[in-house]
């Protein structure tokens, strides 16, 4: 239940791109409180076991629900398909992931039904897109992008390179899944290349549906809150915290790329190994 204060809304990912879950929720829900954790010391996710993915999302879930968070979003597509049911039976409060809503962006979209998700190499591997998808009579291709991240994180979301690589694998994964018709952007950091996607989309002679995670995700996430905490959202101006595993001055930097607004103070936590 929410506090005097209001309702505080917990985001967990890995690292940055769980921010532009947050940027939709702050459209979404502007007069709650939220509480934001990059576990940046323990990155990539993708790289560990899923029993250490577990015991790394764990703990970082534990951190924001000791930090007053209500409700809790894993804004981490590998964390989501590794760790969720973990999560949400050692957590008291209500947990999101990204892959469910992402999922039902796609079947809300009303296409005829044939995906490509576009993800990291981690998500693709574990097939919890079209696990998911194929709930709800979707047929799903994923395709791994591992060179977009670091695109991403280095700044050329608007960059030929960035253009040529994201051509390179629509290429290989329409060759695959030539009848597809929709798009999901199965991680956070797609977001901010959706345009340059959509630009390489057209020039392929493609253009098709795009579904945002991150965007769907948020959608599901105001609309529990609607139904858990109808009267916890807090008047006046929200607060935002920001906490990062390691590097808080690079958080700040990239941070406002992903939010769409300045990250200017990133508090240093340390979760162990």
Same mark, same amino acid.
């Given at each position: 239940?929410?506090?005097?204060?209001?309702?505080?809304?917990?985001?967990?990912?890995?690292? =940055?791109?769980?921010?532009?879950?947050?940027?939709?929720?702050?459209?979404?829900?502007?007069?709650?409180? $939220?509480?934001? /954790?990059?576990?940046?010391?323990?990155?990539?996710?993708?790289?560990?076991?899923?029993?250490?993915? $577990?015991?790394?999302?764990?703990?970082?879930? +534990? =951190? /924001?629900?000791?930090?007053?968070?209500?409700?809790?979003?894993?804004?981490?597509?590998?964390?989501?398909?590794?760790?969720?049911?973990?999560?949400?039976? $050692?957590?008291?409060?209500? &947990?999101?992931? &990204?892959?469910?809503?992402?999922?039902?962006?796609?079947?809300?979209?009303?296409?005829?039904?044939? &995906?490509?998700?576009?993800?990291?190499?981690?998500?693709? $591997?574990?097939?919890?897109?079209?696990?998911?998808?194929?709930?709800?009579?979707?047929?799903?291709?994923?395709?791994?992008?591992?060179?977009?991240?670091?695109?991403?994180?280095?700044?050329?979301?608007?960059?030929?390179?960035?253009?040529?690589?994201?051509?390179?694998?629509?290429?290989?994964?329409?060759?695959?899944?030539?009848?597809?018709?929709?798009?999901?952007?199965?991680?956070?950091?797609?977001?901010?290349?959706?345009?340059?996607?959509?630009?390489?989309?057209?020039?392929?002679?493609?253009?098709?549906?795009?579904?945002?995670?991150?965007?769907?995700?948020?959608?599901?996430?105001?609309?529990? &809150?609607?139904?858990?905490?109808?009267?916890?959202?807090?008047?006046?101006?929200?607060? +935002?915290? =920001? =906490?990062?595993?390691?590097?808080?001055?690079?958080? +700040?930097?990239?941070?406002?790329?992903?939010?769409?607004?300045?990250?200017?103070?990133?508090?240093?936590?340390?979760?162990?190994?």
């Amino acid at each position: 239940m929410a506090g005097a204060d209001g309702l505080k809304v917990g985001v967990f990912d890995s690292g =940055f791109g769980g921010l532009t879950v947050l940027r939709e929720l702050v459209e979404l829900l502007p007069g709650v409180d $939220s509480i934001y /954790l990059g576990d940046t010391a323990r990155l990539p996710y993708g790289s560990k076991s899923r029993e250490t993915i $577990s015991r790394y999302a764990v703990s970082s879930a +534990r =951190f /924001l629900e000791e930090q007053g968070a209500d409700l809790l979003v894993i804004a981490c597509n590998t964390a989501t398909a590794m760790a969720l049911e973990d999560i949400q039976v $050692s957590l008291p409060i209500p &947990v999101i992931g &990204v892959i469910e809503p992402g999922a039902a962006g796609v079947a809300a979209a009303g296409r005829a039904g044939h &995906v490509l998700v576009l993800a990291t190499a981690a998500t693709v $591997s574990s097939g919890a897109y079209t696990r998911a998808l194929a709930r709800m009579g979707l047929k799903a291709y994923e395709k791994a992008c591992p060179l977009l991240v670091p695109l991403v994180e280095e700044g050329w979301v608007s960059h030929p390179v960035t253009d040529e690589v994201i051509r390179i694998y629509l290429e290989e994964a329409l060759a695959a899944a030539p009848e597809t018709d929709t798009l999901l952007l199965g991680c956070t950091h797609y977001p901010l290349i959706e345009v340059a996607i959509r630009r390489v989309l057209e020039g392929m002679g493609r253009p098709m549906e795009i579904v945002d995670s991150a965007k769907a995700t948020a959608l599901a996430t105001a609309k529990l &809150v609607t139904e858990r905490f109808p009267n916890a959202i807090r008047m006046g101006e929200p607060r +935002r915290s =920001f =906490f990062a595993t390691d590097s808080v001055d690079k958080f +700040r930097r990239l941070g406002g790329n992903f939010l769409g607004q300045p990250v200017d103070e990133v508090l240093l936590v340390d979760l162990g190994g």
